[in-house]
Nanobody, 120 residues
Framework: VQLQASGGGLAQPGGSLRLSCAAS????????MGWYRQAPGKQRELVAT???????NYADSVKGRFTISRDNAKNTVYLQMNSLESEDTAVYYC???????????????WGQGTQVTVSS
């Protein structure tokens, strides 16, 4: 089982980027999917999560600017990032809470991280 993230890169302040993260392999079910980020010298922090049912949750710092969405048929989670700020510069990691088999318990899986740099 792996999570493959893509879509990072360089954006100007006020610009936009869209991250994608696809889960592949033997998967029985996926509960919550989400995005975290880690800036240099800082701890990893939650950006947004999308439960399998219900409303998404966002960090206060990204509310109104970022939108998380899921395509359950593709086991993929997206993060649309608008009005980017220099403070959004970080490595972004996707996360999924998954059951591999029907009888196994759910556990978190992490993608490899994708760099987002916001700079003029």
């Amino acid at each position: 089982v792996q999570l493959q993230a893509s879509g990072g890169g360089l954006a100007q302040p006020g610009g936009s980027l869209r991250l994608s993260c696809a889960a592949s392999g033997t998967i029985f079910s996926i509960n919550a999917m989400g995005w975290y980020r880690q800036a240099p010298g800082k701890q990893r922090e939650l950006v947004a999560t999308a439960p399998s049912g219900g409303s998404a949750n966002y960090a206060d710092s990204v509310k109104g600017r970022f939108t998380i969405s899921r395509d359950n048929a593709k086991n993929t989670v997206y993060l649309q990032m608008n009005s980017l700020e220099s403070e959004d510069t970080a490595v972004y990691y996707c996360n999924a809470d998954m059951k591999i088999y029907r009888w196994s318990g759910p556990r978190p899986y992490w993608g490899q991280g994708t760099q987002v740099t916001v700079s003029s």
